[in-house]
Every structure is written in C-alpha cells, then in structure tokens.
C-alpha cells in the first residue's frame, strides 16, 4: 500500500531553528522545512502534518493520536528525548507504524551522551548529518515505497 499520510514530529527546541546555532542546525526555521516538505507532499498527493512540541508527554499524546488520524508514516526529530526518552520509544512500538529517525546533525560526531538512541533500533531507519535535507530525503522514501510492489 502506497504511503498516503505522513505526520512530521519534532521535539523539544527545534522550534529555535534558524535563530540560533546555525553553525550546527543550519540556516532554515521549522517553518522553512515544513512548507518544503508540505509542497512536496502536496505534489505527490497525499496528506502531511507537521507537529513540534517541547514537552515529552505531549509527544507521547501525539504519537498515540497518529493511528487514529489515519497517519501511515512518521518522520521524528526527537530531539534530545532521543538520548532519554523510553516513554517516546515506548509510544512509537506500540502505535506499530513506520517511522524514520531524522537528526539535522551528525549525533555519532557529537558528544558521547548523543551516540546512544531509544529509537532507532525500531525505526525503518535513520538519517544523521544531513542537515534539513534529511527529511527530504525520508520524505522521498515515504512516497516511493509501498509503489513498487
Ligand atoms: O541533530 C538533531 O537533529 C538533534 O536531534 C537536535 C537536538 C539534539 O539534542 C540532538 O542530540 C540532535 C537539539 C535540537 C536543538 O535545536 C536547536 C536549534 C537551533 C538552536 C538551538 C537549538
């Protein structure tokens, strides 16, 4: 089944993007990076949804929200709950819906504390370092797979 409703969840700080550190997180605001992606969603014709929230239980709330949305795939910035959070790992096993981790920067060239996620050994898979391009790039997956079969 092709990919029809994608959900964009970023955790806490990303709404700073663009304001501070770019040197790290680049240039773009979270604005930005969503109208991106909500053009290319648009031109495929399916539906996304973009969400950013501080708080982890509002993540949580989120995540277990999506399957009765309709959502059939996620793309997750956790943010620093990657590093910490089993109440996020735990929401994303069991809405039981495929997910790609996507970090701006590259966390395994960062501080030991960022080497270790919660998620990512129940994501489809992860994308590091690649700055905002990154959730292009599981954009682009989301859409393509499910066509070939
Ligand atoms: O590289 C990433 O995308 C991170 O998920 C970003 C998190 C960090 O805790 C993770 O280890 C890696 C931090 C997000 C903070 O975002 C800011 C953006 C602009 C200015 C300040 C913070």
């Known amino acids: ?86 109440a996020i790992r735990d929401a994303l096993s069991a809405v039981n819906i495929p997910f790609i981790e996507v970090h701006l920067s590259n966390i395994h060239a960062r501080e030991a504390f960022r080497h270790r996620s919660f998620v990512s050994d129940i994501a489809l898979g992860t994308i590091c370092g690649l700055g905002s391009q990154g959730y292009d790039l599981a954009l682009s997956y989301a859409l393509q797979r499910g066509k070939e079969s």
């Open 1 to 86: 089944m092709p990919v029809q409703s994608v959900l964009v969840i970023q955790g806490p700080n990303l709404n700073l993007l663009g304001t501070r550190q770019p040197a790290i997180y680049g240039h773009e605001t979270l604005n930005d990076i969503h109208a991106r992606l909500q053009r290319t969603a648009q031109s495929a014709g399916i539906s996304l949804t973009s969400f950013q929230t501080n708080h982890e239980g509002a993540l949580v709330d989120r995540i277990q929200q999506a399957p009765r949305d309709g959502i059939d795939f996620i793309l997750m910035n956790p943010g620093a709950y990657t590093h910490t959070s089993v």
